[in-house]
């Protein structure tokens, strides 16, 4: 009887804490969805109105100055960006409702001015903070706050990008290395689809591409080849990683952070008009496009990724992955060609794979991958994906993001990333 009366108690509680979760996310994922349609819309409006006006871009050193400025007002000069949102969750350590004003607005003067950055991290950020808020003010307790923040990171990569699955995966894997929070996954699932639906409720088109060509027939030798892409790609990674840290460490040498802003804003601008082009200026999106059609520069992977530098070490904001996916798209469609595997289909498949080296995400990059592209080329973009995660190493984005299993050996090491 009294085991009965036990498991019957235990079968209510969990309804119980079903029935909360379940309504707790849904109210993230349309708060956050809401905030999300604007940052993209603004977003949008101020890549727009760059490209319009080419002559903008000669106050993105002001605007440095400016978004420097607004931190310190704010007294947020020591932001870590997205490395808090995971310090938080791995943690608990407090997030600040602050962060999500001041990521939107000074993303929205990086983008809008020219600096080389994404978005996605700034959602993470937006989500992650506003939803750290809300869970502080229905006083959840210590565990429950992680949960609500991964579900205001789900919702926010969610309803900017428009891939509700990877952005639930993300949440719960970029955290630990090696450990996935389960416990979160139906309030993320809950969360991310929110925050889908409400962005497409204001017309906001999820992120996707076309692959051209088709998916050639799986052979040994295309297996070869993909896991060659693969081993590429994760050498590119790395080398994205350590780009971005080393020009941070040169800025660190300048004390005055609007200086550094300033200064960073001006090196922008000479890179651009060395280059001749603006296709390096803003997240990018139209030339990932034109490398998924085929279409891509040689050198266009290597300057994505020292402007990107430039423009974040400086202390602009926005974030590394789409840039990632630039890197990624640009140098696949290069080296899918010379090895055999189609331009295209090499775009897709570094996109996948760079963004799994960066982030340390392999299941998180295999589903983000079908979302983007369709599952037809999905064993091609695993296996890319597999040897990138592999032989990436420990270098990874985020500094705060921890490797808990050695990538190597089924063991605990518990280590930061490079």
Known sequence: ????????????????????????????????????????????????????????????????????????????????????????????????????????????????????????????????????????????????????????????????????????????????????????????????????????????????????????????????????????CAGVSILFCVILKKVHKLYDRIPDRAAAAFIGGVIVIILTYIVGTRDYNGAGMDVINRAVAGEAAPEAFILKMIFTAVTLGAGFKGGEIVPTLFVGATFGCIAGGILGLGSSLGACMGMAALFCGVTNCPVTSLILSIELFGAEGMVYYAIACAVAYRLSGYYGLYSSQKIVYSKQKPEFIDKKTL
Request: net charge neutral; glycine share 12%.
């Open 1 to 232: 009887m009294g085991n009965g009366l036990n498991e019957l108690e235990g079968a209510l509680k969990a309804i119980k804490s079903f029935l909360k979760w379940a309504a707790v996310a849904a109210v993230v994922g349309i708060v956050i969805g809401i905030v999300g349609v604007a940052f993209h819309l603004s977003v949008e409006a101020a890549t727009e109105l760059r490209t319009a006006a080419g002559w903008l871009i000669w106050f993105l050193p002001l605007g440095g100055v400016a978004i420097v400025r607004l931190y310190k007002k704010a007294g947020m000069e020591k932001d870590g960006g997205t490395n808090f949102v995971l310090e938080a969750v791995r943690s608990n350590d407090p997030l600040n409702i602050k962060t999500a004003p001041l990521i939107f607005i000074s993303t929205v003067i990086t983008h809008l001015f020219g600096g080389s950055s994404g978005r996605e991290g700034a959602a993470l950020q937006i989500g992650g903070s506003i939803a750290s808020f809300l869970g502080k003010k229905i006083n959840l307790d210590e565990k429950d706050e992680r949960i609500i923040t991964m579900c205001g990171m789900s919702a926010g990569f969610s309803a900017l990008f428009g891939t509700p699955l990877a952005a639930v995966i993300f949440s719960m894997e970029v955290v630990s290395v090696g450990v996935m929070y389960y416990s979160a996954i139906v309030p993320c699932v809950i969360s991310a689809v929110m925050g889908a639906y409400v962005a497409s409720l204001f017309s906001v088109a999820p992120t996707a591409f076309t692959l051209v060509g088709g998916v050639p027939a799986i052979s040994v030798m295309m297996i070869i080849r993909a896991a060659v892409l693969g081993i590429l």
